[in-house]
């Protein structure tokens, strides 16, 4: 394999086209500003890989975010309980989903950009040609 290449796991995590692993995803790199944040080309700019496969490809993300979304949650309430704890005769419930709302609210432009990857990752495969080719 070709080094200079990044693997599956890195390549979503840096937001690359799923078939190349070079072309960005995203116009900016950053969240911000916030209402450019889900900008994307029409095509990946390294391979021309289309990234809205059909129309209303992305509705699909919402599943993708939902799951992350519980995980998260579930993540966060262990975490909450072993340093917290959690009882009915004190707050620690609002306690609970104060500190859960806080934090969804924050990563949700996050949440919603690495959906968008997740999904696209799983209908298009890494193709090597494509990778080594030089544009
Ligand atoms: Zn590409």
Not at 15 to 30: A, L, Q, R, V
Not at 44 to 62: A, I, R, S, V
Request: charged content about 20%; proline content about 4%.
């Amino acid at each position: 394999m070709n080094k200079e290449v990044p693997g599956r796991i890195i390549s979503m995590i840096k937001k690359k086209c799923p078939n190349c692993h070079i072309g960005d995803m995203y116009t900016n790199k950053s969240i911000f500003p916030l209402g450019k944040m889900m900008d994307m080309p029409e095509r990946c700019p390294h391979c021309g890989q289309k990234y809205e496969l059909e129309t209303g490809f992305w509705f699909g993300t919402g599943y993708i975010s939902y799951g992350l979304s519980v995980g998260i949650v579930i993540a966060l309430a262990v975490l909450f309980h072993l340093v917290y704890g959690f009882s009915w005769k004190d707050n620690s419930v609002f306690i609970f989903l104060g500190i859960m709302v806080s934090i969804l609210a924050i990563l949700q432009p996050y949440l919603m950009r690495i959906s968008r990857v997740i999904y696209l990752y799983i209908f298009v495969k890494y193709d090597k040609g494509t990778s080594l080719k030089k544009c």
